[in-house]
T-cell receptor, first 115, second 113 residues
């Protein structure tokens, strides 16, 4: 089954403790992206990747890191999480090129709480 | 920068009624996408509009792209409880950046039986 898989689904952590949210897609998509969703703000793009080893900042990249060493995986890293990073996170992929000429396929989301 | 506004933010609808939600951009768009997110779920792609004045239908859903390509609407006929969720529009940036896609804040739809 074609899908985008995020792990974990739920995560509670403390301020400053490094964490990684994994994202994997099995559709051989070139493009991958991370979004955070907060009430009233919609989905805001954190980072995106046009292809392996090619990543770039979205609209809210501060406090986050990503890597794209393989086509299928695009982990989101929070080196020192803070409470303002408490949010619902979505990973998405598309065949590309780019983000807006083909549909995004979203993962099921990761709800992160930082205390 | 580019502004994308969705109105209304909330929509309470009686089952069987029609309603329309709008997405307005401050700049001319090359295309626009619409997504639906059910409560507790993830966004799911509905449709993409590319041409000026384009109208596309999916059963009871009608999507329209404005003539000036600065706005779009989603009209739902005879609303059902399955239409509950948040509807987002998504647009590319005004400048060339194929990696970026900007989402509106969404219209949250609640259906009363």
């Amino acid at each position: 089954e074609a899908q985008v898989t995020q792990n974990p689904r739920y995560l509670i952590t403390v301020t400053g403790k490094k964490l990684t949210v994994t994202c994997s897609q099995n559709m051989n998509h070139e493009y991958m992206s991370w979004y955070r969703q907060d009430p009233g703000l919609g989905l805001r793009q954190i980072y995106y990747s046009m292809n392996v080893e090619v990543t770039d900042k979205g609209d809210v990249p501060e406090g986050y890191k990503v890597s794209r060493k393989e086509k299928r995986n695009f982990p989101l890293i929070l080196e020192s999480p803070s409470p303002n990073q408490t949010s619902l996170y979505f990973c998405a992929s598309s065949p590309g090129p780019g983000a807006y000429n083909s549909p995004l396929h979203f993962g099921n989301g990761t709800r992160l709480t930082v205390t | 920068g580019q502004q994308v506004m969705q109105i209304p933010q909330y929509q309470h609808v009686q089952e069987g009624e029609d309603f329309t939600t709008y997405c307005n951009s401050s700049t001319t768009l090359s295309n626009i996408q619409w997504y639906k997110q059910r409560p507790g779920g993830h966004p799911v792609f509905l449709i993409q509009l590319v041409k000026s004045g384009e109208v596309k239908k999916q059963k009871r859903l009608t999507f329209q792209f404005g003539e000036a390509k600065k706005n779009s609407s989603l009209h739902i006929t005879a609303t059902q409880t399955t239409d509950v969720g948040t509807y987002f529009c998504a647009v590319p940036p005004a400048t060339d950046s194929w990696g970026k896609l900007q989402f509106g804040a969404g219209t949250q739809v609640v259906v009363t039986p």
